[in-house]
């Protein structure tokens, strides 16, 4: 997919959870990043997914007092921390559809790891790209222009993103601008002991990050730096007008300025 790392190389030509079938050389995936991510195939759907790794750190089972050290043995998704961090990565793929937005399809545990299944977005990271040549400023305005339109879908359900980066910032090869990462971070946070999950009031009520605040976050995030979350850009139901450059949605309407007199190209 759009970044993958040498553990995957370890589950090449793999089939993970009896669906998910990993290439024989993912080796030839581009890019790379903190997260291992790759592209594998459905073979129910007959669709191209993308599979990121999280992995579960060693000293998870017995983490619990009293919990047996036998219990769930063989078997990842039976420790409660993992449930746990299943349980937030789930809820986070609940997060309804939006073209701004990363779809996720499955979570589930297998081996020494949570997995997260997702659209397959052609294209590359922010990060590749700018290990290549930095943005000129028009193009970096309408990323983040789209980067902040997603983040208004999500905040108006009451989750916090906490996992932006130059690696979960998706640039697909038709010009659009996909965010992604939500449910990973939400796995990453529960097994930190982090409850990323809003509660039902925030929900219900669409309260955003200045409303009710997720169960168990504290002002500092378990992630360091990042870019944060900023205000709305342009609504959900904004009309993907092409901006400069024709990248849709972006542009008047869309969230990024209109070129000045004398800008660059």
Not at 81 to 106: I, K, T, Y
Not at 168 to 177: C, F, N, Q, S
Request: glycine letters at 16%; hydrophobic letters at 40%.
């Amino acid at each position: 997919m759009i970044t993958v790392g040498g553990v995957v190389d370890d589950y090449a030509g793999r089939v993970l959870a009896d669906r998910y079938r990993l290439p024989l050389d993912a080796s030839a995936e581009e890019g790379a990043g903190p997260a291992a991510a790759g592209r594998a195939f459905d073979t129910y759907s007959g669709q191209e997914v993308s599979l990121q790794r999280i992995p579960l750190p060693d000293v998870v089972e017995g983490e619990l007092p009293g919990q047996d050290p036998a219990s769930g043995a063989g078997d990842p998704s039976g420790d409660p921390v993992v449930r746990r961090a299943l349980d937030a990565a789930r809820a986070a793929a609940q997060v309804p559809d939006h073209p701004r937005l990363n779809q996720v399809f499955d979570v589930f545990a297998e081996g020494d790891a949570l997995w997260i299944v997702s659209e397959y977005v052609p294209g590359r990271t922010l990060g590749s790209l700018l290990a290549e040549r930095p943005l000129n400023p028009y193009r970096a305005a309408e990323v983040a222009a789209d980067v902040l339109t997603a983040l208004r879908a999500l905040h108006a359900g009451g989750w916090v993103h906490r996992n932006i980066t130059e690696h979960t910032v998706l640039l697909a090869e038709d010009g659009r601008v996909v965010l992604a990462g939500l449910a990973a971070g939400a796995a990453q946070e529960a097994l930190c002991g982090y409850d990323p999950v809003p509660p039902r009031s925030a929900v219900e009520d669409g309260a955003g990050p200045e409303g009710p605040r997720p169960r168990g976050v504290i002002d500092a995030s378990p992630y360091g730096g990042g870019w944060g979350s900023g205000g709305p850009a342009a609504g959900p139901g904004a009309p993907a007008t092409a901006g400069p450059g024709g990248y849709p949605g972006t542009g008047p309407g869309g969230g990024a300025p209109a070129p000045g007199p004398g800008a660059p190209p």
